[in-house]
């Protein structure tokens, strides 16, 4: 099955422990991408990435890391969470290149719920 | 920079009432148009698209047709059911400098009462 898999899709930490959480995709695509889903505020794209060891800034990237060292993994790494990146984390991908799936249509994961206390 | 404007929610309707989400954007290039759902508890899913001026996406009896002179991409459908609960967003794919960025709405709240 097609699917964009994240990890964990429940997080409870303390301000300043680092956390790491994990996007991997089956479907080879070549674009992923981090956003946050805040309330009145709707997604805002975190930083994304358009192919192996290609990364780029987001709207919000302040505070978050990431990187993509193979194709199907874009793990999503908060040095020192502080209480304001509490939110709900959605990792998504989409192809880029010809396919029988329309370019630029992306996918997403099921949300990781993360507090920072 | 870009941006992405829909009307504020909730939206409350009656079964089989028309619905109309409005959507407008501003973008330096030409970006692509998406409408994704998101049901309860669950991540966004595709909509519709359009990738180019006067295309009209469609999908489960939803339309919306991409607006060049008006910078639209309104969301409609003729009746709806009470399945199509849920949030709406409106994104836009701003391809300018050989980048793929997203920018999303902040979603509107659609609740259909039976």
């Known amino acids: 099955e097609a699917q964009v898999t994240q990890n964990p899709r429940y997080l409870i930490t303390v301000t300043g422990k680092k956390l790491t959480v994990t996007c991997s995709q089956n479907?080879?695509?070549?674009?992923m991408s981090w956003y946050r889903q805040d309330p009145g505020l709707g997604l805002r794209q975190i930083y994304y990435?358009?192919?192996?060891?290609?990364?780029d800034k987001g709207d919000v990237p302040e505070g978050y890391k990431v990187s993509r060292k193979e194709k199907r993994n874009f793990p999503l790494i908060l040095e020192s969470p502080s209480p304001n990146q509490t939110s709900l984390y959605f990792c998504?991908?989409?192809?880029?290149?010809?396919?029988?799936?329309?370019?630029?249509?992306?996918?997403f994961g099921p949300g990781t719920r993360l507090l920072v206390l | 920079g870009d941006s992405v404007t829909q009307m504020e929610g909730p939206v409350t309707l009656s079964e089989e009432a028309f619905l109309t989400i409005n959507c407008t954007y501003t973008?330096?290039?030409?970006?692509?148009l998406f409408w994704y759902v998101q049901y309860p508890g669950e991540g966004l899913q595709l909509l519709l698209k359009?990738?180019?001026?006067?295309d009209k996406g469609s999908n489960k009896g939803f339309e919306a047709t991409y607006r060049k002179e008006t910078t639209s991409f309104h969301l409609e459908k003729g009746s709806v059911q009470v399945s199509d609960s849920a949030v709406y967003f409106c994104?836009?794919?701003?391809?300018?400098?050989?980048?793929?960025?997203?920018?999303f709405g902040t979603g509107t709240r659609l609740k259909v009462l039976a």
């Open positions: 998504a991908s989409s192809p880029l290149s010809g396919g029988p799936v329309p370019k630029e249509t992306q996918y």
């Open positions: 479907m080879n695509h070549e674009y």
């Open positions: 990435s358009m192919n192996v060891e290609v990364t």
């Open positions: 973008a330096t290039g030409y970006p692509s």
């Open positions: 359009a990738t180019k001026a006067d």
């Open positions: 994104a836009l794919s701003d391809r300018a400098s050989g980048t793929y960025k997203y920018i």
